[in-house]
């Protein structure tokens, strides 16, 4: 998936050959760092005349040697309207404006002239359209992550707004141990014929539902309420298919649960119904398909502020489906 600076095929192969990129939660809210060597490197490298310490991510660079950049770039603020540009990373079509890249090739260049005195050949090379890497990036489709061989598990799909932004998407991937699945499955076999989905591997699914926008979220068990449940409607051989029922709840009660940069963190309230399909294949011990969606979504940000419970508008949405690595086997 590419999306704001990275939808640029000539940003990615700049990093890929000039730069090693690094993003460092926290980096300019110094008071939330745990380690002081952290804080000794900001103070370094980050100078008090262009970046405040009052919070926003920043992009940091480190070289193949390890040099750590100055940080040279904000997509928001000062830095960008002094040079003419006016984009927002606030605004989808902010992100995919060209004055993103513009501004990224503005900086970088100022950034490697004070390593090196001057500006590596490559850089003007890899601006332009016609250079073999940037051909092959801008050919590549984006994709989703893929579980590695042998794993499977949930793929999560989540798009909210958060705050000022807007178009937020995530996809973050949920694998469950082996022993886990069959056993889930095997519920199947009860006269029930209803599976519900063991508690710890829906906290682990419910992690990755949060909403996309805060940095290092992970909300505490008591923050999660909750079922998953496989209910089968069809019986045919070894497969067995059926609906997919649960609910979901998901209420932050401290701050540090929803991010490391404690005065960025924004608490959030979230609950809704989960439907959906699936088939299990009895034979094999895995699951053939499984769709899920959220539906009757609740959401708002600082419910503790708000005098109604929950805002109307569905700004928290999710979708979910099950993905194996290849050569998956079920031990």
């Not at 993103?100 to 005195?117: D, E, K, N, Q, T």
């Not at 050949?121 to 050919?139: G, K, N, P, R, T």
């Not at 992550?145 to 932004?165: C, I, K, T």
């Not at 079922?227 to 540090?256: C, N, W, Y």
């Amino acid at each position: 998936m590419r999306a704001g600076l990275l939808s640029n095929p000539h940003v990615i192969a700049v990093l890929r050959t000039l730069f090693v990129p690094v993003h460092i939660s926290a980096l300019n809210t110094p008071h939330c760092m745990h380690d002081a060597r952290d804080v000794e490197l900001l103070r370094k490298c980050v100078r008090a005349d262009t970046d405040d310490f009052d919070g926003g991510e920043r992009e940091a660079f480190v070289l193949p040697d390890g040099t750590m950049q100055t940080v040279f770039m904000s997509l928001h603020g000062r830095a960008m309207h002094e040079h003419g540009t006016v984009c927002s990373q606030y605004t989808a079509e902010g992100r995919r404006s060209d004055d993103v890249p513009r501004a990224f090739r503005h900086h970088g260049a100022i950034a490697l002239r004070a390593v090196h005195g001057r500006v590596p050949e490559a850089w003007d090379e890899l601006w332009s359209d016609a250079h073999a890497d940037v051909a092959a990036i801008a050919a590549e489709a984006p994709r989703w992550p893929e579980p590695a061989a042998g794993r499977q598990g949930f793929r999560v799909f989540v798009r909210n707004s958060y705050g000022q932004y807007d178009d937020l998407h995530g996809v973050q991937l949920a694998l469950l141990d082996d022993k886990v699945v069959a056993a889930w499955g095997w519920l199947l076999n009860s006269v029930s014929g209803t599976a519900q989905l063991p508690r710890e591997a829906f906290l682990q699914l419910a992690q990755a539902m949060v909403p996309r926008g805060m940095v290092d979220t992970a909300l505490d068990a008591e923050s999660i309420s909750g079922e998953l449940v496989l209910v089968g409607t069809a019986f045919d051989g070894d497969r067995v298919s059926g609906t997919i029922e649960g609910r979901f709840g998901l209420k932050p009660r401290e701050k540090r649960e929803v991010g490391k940069r404690l005065n960025a963190a924004v608490l959030f309230a979230s609950e809704g119904r989960f439907v959906g399909r699936f088939t299990w294949d009895h034979k094999a011990k895995q699951f053939e398909s499984m769709r899920i969606a959220a539906v009757d979504v609740q959401f708002t940000w600082k419910p503790e502020h708000q005098v109604a419970k929950y805002d109307s508008a569905p700004r928290h949405q999710i979708g979910i489906e099950w993905v194996r690595g290849p050569a998956s086997v079920v031990r």
